[in-house]
């Protein structure tokens, strides 16, 4: 979900955001659900009622829902099941 509307929101929820801080935001769009996600999609706003946001402004943190580890999550997995990639 690539759109300046989401964008924003990280910017607002994250004081501030890159384009390598947006990828790790998307990414925990997608780690929180597929009702959340669709939330965010459907209306960005919607976000300042998760409770992750909630608690990261209540304690003036920047990190709520920006997951890097969400992005290597597949090639975890594979790892995982196919063994250590000097075996393939």
């Known amino acids: 979900m690539y759109r300046w509307d989401v964008w924003a929101a990280a910017y607002l929820i994250g004081g501030g955001c890159s384009d ?3 990828m790790d935001f998307r990414a925990g769009l997608i780690a929180l ?4 996600y669709e939330r965010a999609a459907a209306c960005p706003d919607s976000l300042a009622e998760h409770p992750a946001v909630i608690a990261a402004a209540e304690a003036q943190e920047d990190e709520a829902v920006f997951y890097e580890d ?3 999550a597949a090639s975890g997995a ?4 196919a063994g250590d990639e000097e075996d393939l």
Do not use: A, C, H, L
């Open 33 to 36: 659900g597929r009702d959340w």
């Open 70 to 72: 969400v992005n290597y």
């Open 78 to 81: 594979f790892k995982r099941i």
């Open 20 to 22: 390598d801080s947006f």
